[in-house]
């Protein structure tokens, strides 16, 4: 039996992957008028009075929602809310073994931007922070700019900053390993949707200065409206060179390739074209842009992929429960870049110098150091950069 058919058996005797534990016992009068009427109403008042006492007095401050509409599930593509639910548990199971975040799937009925925004602004009450999760592009940077700006508890869309913050710690230490410098590399992305983009920001923040990036139409160049209106905007600070041409144009010279796109779309010819040493992260899921033994073969000197099946995999499961725990554990009012460059950082000094090597430049998903090391450093961040509530 293969994995995908195990895990069908398996969902059908789980019947869910994640359920609701009561904290307090209510078997006794005196138990259940603590935890609920009459004693309840104190805590109660206590918070109508004062509305962040229910970071205090409830669990306010462990819970995080995993949000989708299901428009862009895990390589599935629009396969609405309901089916989107099983990928939404598997994350609320990841965040409460790897953080100790309670998280808990809502998966909304609906496409309309201004819908999805009012609905988590709504129930925005109950939790500490908010996790997007599977909303496909352009909607998605609207929805998180929305929210970040419009609540006060940290946003976070991990398609895109989860993914960015770990493929920028994969690079931190492949880079360590070629002998090359972050300011002088010349990057290709390939796919420009909600995590190519945000790849493509975050580099430029650790010290990137030449990215190109490439769609389904080619290369990414300012002027050319055939791209949507985030592109464009992409297009203003990368590919200064002005190339045009499709992704074998892109890739000539280049020290890496991070692609987030599509399976089977770079060759042989395309990676013997790049610089020495090339550094390859194909992450299309659940099959790589390229084979890494093909990569291998053409002269790739490190590959990272998103499947675990391969050496180096570049999994976000590395950023949300380690970020989200530092988080919610000084009460940030937001998730900022210094914080997310923590994280980046977290995971790659988690690799000691003795371990790192050409198939080992990121610690394991389950790893517990890894999400513990990225805790503290986005706790500090937090804490450094003024948006923290405690200390």
């Known amino acids: 039996m293969n994995v995908r058919e195990e895990s069908l058996k398996k969902h059908a005797e789980w019947k869910g992957k994640i359920e609701i534990v009561p904290r307090v016992e209510v078997d006794t009068r005196e138990k259940l008028s603590l935890a609920y009427t009459p004693g309840v109403a104190e805590p109660c008042m206590a918070i109508h009075e004062d509305v962040e006492k229910s970071f205090d007095l409830t669990r306010r401050w462990n819970t995080v929602p995993v949000i989708t509409d299901g428009t862009a599930v895990l390589g599935l593509g629009d396969i609405g809310p309901?089916?989107?639910m099983p990928v939404m548990e598997g994350k609320c199971a990841l965040f409460k073994t790897f953080g100790g975040v309670d998280a808990?799937?809502?998966?909304?009925?609906?496409?309309d931007t201004e819908e999805i925004i009012k609905t988590?602004?709504?129930?925005?009450?109950?939790f500490g922070g908010i996790n997007l999760e599977d909303i496909s592009a352009p909607r998605c940077f609207e929805i998180e700019t929305r929210l970040k700006q419009e609540l006060d508890i940290p946003v976070f869309h991990d398609d895109q900053h989860g993914t960015a913050i770990v493929t920028a710690a994969a690079l931190l230490n492949a880079l360590k390993l070629v002998g090359k410098k972050i300011e002088d590399i010349y990057v290709v992305i390939n796919g420009a949707g909600a995590a190519g983009i945000a790849i493509a920001k975050f580099l430029m923040a650790f010290g990137v200065k030449e990215i190109v990036a490439c769609s389904s139409k080619g290369i990414i160049v300012e002027g050319d409206t055939r791209f949507n209106p985030a592109q464009q905007e992409l297009a203003k600070v990368t590919n200064r060179r002005m190339l045009k041409g499709g992704l074998e144009r892109a890739m000539q010279g280049a020290d890496v390739l991070i692609g987030v796109s599509v399976a089977n779309c770079v060759t042989k010819d395309m990676v013997r074209s790049m610089a020495d040493k090339p550094i390859l992260f194909t992450c299309?899921?659940?099959?790589?842009?390229?084979?890494p033994e093909d990569a291998f073969e053409a002269g790739?000197?490190?590959v990272g992929t998103g499947s675990s099946q391969y050496a180096n995999q570049i999994n976000n499961v590395l950023v949300f429960p380690g970020l989200f725990r530092g988080a919610l554990d000084v009460r940030a009012t937001t998730v900022n870049k210094e914080m997310?460059?923590?994280?980046?950082?977290g995971i790659a000094d988690c690799v000691t110098k003795e371990q790192l090597n050409r198939n080992?430049?990121?610690p394991y998903a389950y790893d517990q150091k890894a999400h513990d090391s990225v805790a503290r450093a986005v706790?500090?961040?937090?804490?450094d950069s003024g948006v923290a509530k405690l200390k």
């Open 284 to 291: 299309a899921n659940p099959v790589p842009e390229i084979a």
């Open 82 to 84: 309901e089916a989107g």
């Open 379 to 383: 706790r500090q961040a937090a804490i």
């Open 340 to 345: 997310m460059m923590a994280a980046s950082r």
């Open 104 to 111: 808990y799937p809502l998966c909304i009925k609906s496409k």
């Open 120 to 126: 988590i602004k709504l129930l925005s009450g109950s």
């Open 360 to 362: 080992y430049i990121l």
């Open 300 to 302: 790739a000197y490190i």
